[in-house]
């Protein structure tokens, strides 16, 4: 396998670069050495250190060149090789060593390990063990940048085989339409994971891709930091400037194998020593040598200086305490805040009190964000953005590509670095386009940062079937939301909690996912209005009765009402506590209706029944109240599809009378 980088002669060393030369060797040989010994304690028997580890050996010159172009407030997020980045970008050694060894003293306390350490209050944002998923975070990051006018670049790594992500693919989209101050490296050692790159690729130069999207790139041999930091240089003040993003292809040696425990069976000798020969140590030590800078004995002595001063680092670290389980950080902040005082009362619909909550948090707070797919010129698909961005802007209110990853990703980038941003995905269903950024990104802040970052963003969403929407626009998935620790899940039934729920997720300080409903839009009731916001997590009891409790949520709740009220007809007078929140969940509400009622209770939802919410929740209650005459039973859609068809969605979901009969049947 060729590489046009292989055989390149590198330019003598400038006087100008003498120190940096000298200081990049030894930074270059420090990082080896601290991967070496990383690689050999889970290599012991048994492992000294457990788990799978991602080597940047051969890339080195990379991270160490783009930081000493960049400014110290400039941002960095690192794939899951990102060891160097992270040193590069000024963390302690020692703690990132620790981290790597999950020891209690690591930056992270052991949870993050190898492939997802964070710096949270540093200029290294983390790494990030998904392929591809950094690069819309650090769009949100840049789209931070600008709203605080900080002239901050963000520098944000793949590799080569990234470049085939459709994560990758929606931020370079987003990048380029927003004119963003982010700079794309591409670390190209030729292997996508064990697959050789050019067998995935049908271009040249990897950097031939940023064509497509309108905006400069250049390829660049990577094992030489001098020519990595002027590279770096130029795309950060072209981004300072404001003409936007930059693409990178560094082209660099896999030096070893693609984790620690990768025998390489796959790769050709000859290919082995082609990256052997340019291992930019090595080269990097040979140009010293031949500019004079220093002797072949002192290049080696310098080298044994790091293993040394490593070895002495890593024997502390090992001996260093491991982490508690006592002190196991929570994976959302708790409720806080009670019922905040009313101010007025007004008539609306449920969408239009949509827009007012929006409207409020905008007026309330400079650092909150609204956007998404038609949401700015627009107004949104249901109207819930109407005018927002005439009246507050287009840098604040604004339509993004149709890229549903890209939405969610700049999301949490921009909650991690000071702003609020509310986000709209015009379908429940379409949130399984980009999922990963809530499971694999937005979830994990609080508790792998251990409580030092947290990520205030906000995800609104509409779900449920309606008549004449197909099986991808009817889907009801908050059981999926509400089984992520880290997501807080709400549900709206009417327009009074369309506004609450928007604002107590808006003031929250952990992501939120306000699901709406879509067939009630159009319905009209009062709305309270509130100088603050109320707390996360409270359900609210709707009716009041002594014989039997329903419990439910969103779609079903005026469903639920109605059944309550031909029950009452018939002499049955039944509780209707709608939960509202899923996550936090709100048990003691839930368990003072059961009580009140003698464990009489009926679970409701929309969702199909199997892996709905009613099941969790009839659990919690049993292991609440063992040893209680417990009567439950759920109803729920089936397990099936959806249909287009009114009269098939009919005899699908539940309604009153389905609601109202098993009332009957749990009363006996």
Known sequence: MSNPTADKVQPPIRSS?????????????????????????????????????????????????????????????????????????????????????????GINGGRAGSAYMMGPGTRFVGENSIVGAGT??????????????????VVVTIGDGALNQGSTHEALAFAAARLLPVIF????????????????????????????????????????????????????DRARKGEGPSLLE??????????????????????REEAAQRDPLARLGARVVAAGLMSEGEVADLIAAEQRKVSEMADAVMASALPDPADMPAVMAPPSGGEPAIVETRELTYIEAVNLALRTELENDDST??????????????????????????????????????????????????????????????????????????SNVRFVSGGKACLPMVVRTQQGATPGSCAQHSQSIEAI??????????????????????????????????????????TRGEVHLTEEAEPVGKARLRRTGGDATILTWGTMVPVALEAAERLAADGIETNVLDLRWLSPLDEEAILSAVRQTGGKTVIVHEAVRTGGFAGEIAMRITEALPGS?????????????????????????????????TVRAVLG
């Open 17 to 105: 670069d003498s120190n940096f030369a000298r200081e990049m060797l030894a930074r270059i040989a420090f990082i080896r050495a601290f991967e070496q010994r990383a690689w050999d304690l889970t290599m012991t028997s048994p492992p000294s250190v457990d788990g799978s580890m991602h080597f940047c050996a051969g890339q080195e010159a990379v991270p160490l060149g783009a930081l000493a172009a960049l400014g110290e407030q400039d941002q960095v997020v690192a794939t899951y090789r990102g060891h160097g980045w992270a040193i590069a970008s000024g963390l302690d050694e020692r703690k990132v060593f620790a981290e790597i060894c999950q020891r209690a003293e």
């Open 136 to 153: 819309t975070i650090a769009c949100g990051i840049a789209m931070a940048n600008l709203a605080q006018k900080n002239g901050r670049v």
């Open 185 to 236: 490296v591409v670390e190209n050692n030729a292997w996508s994971e064990m697959t050789a790159t050019a067998d995935m690729f049908r271009v040249k130069r990897l950097a031939q891709r940023a064509t497509g999207y309108g905006f400069p790139s250049a390829t660049v041999d990577g094992t030489d930091p001098i020519g990595v930091r002027d590279s770096i240089a130029q795309a950060a």
């Open 250 to 271: 560094f082209r660099v040696p896999r030096l070893w194998g693609h984790y620690n425990r990768d025998i390489e069976h796959y790769r050709k000798k000859a290919d």
């Open 369 to 442: 964000l609204v956007f998404g797919e038609d949401v700015g010129k627009a107004g949104g698909i249901f109207g819930a953005t109407r005018h927002l961005q005439k009246d507050f802007g287009e840098d604040r209110v604004f339509d993004t590509p149709i890229a549903e990853n890209a939405i969610l990703g700049s999301a949490v980038g921009a909650a991690l670095y000071g702003m609020r941003p509310i986000v709209e995905i015009m379908w429940a269903d379409f949130l399984f386009v980009a999922i990963d950024q809530l499971i694999n990104q937005a």
């Open 481 to 522: 939301l509400a089984h992520i620790p880290g997501l807080k899940v709400a549900l709206a039934a009417t327009g009074a909690d369309a506004y609450a729920l928007l604002r107590a997720a808006a003031a929250d300080p952990d992501p939120c996912v306000v699901i709406e409903a879509r067939k009630l839009y159009m």
């Open 629 to 661: 005459n417990l009567r439950m039973r759920r109803v729920t859609t089936p397990d099936t599809r959806i249909p287009a068809s009114p009269v098939l969605q009919a005899s699908l979901i539940p309604d009153a009378n389905d609601i109202a009969d």
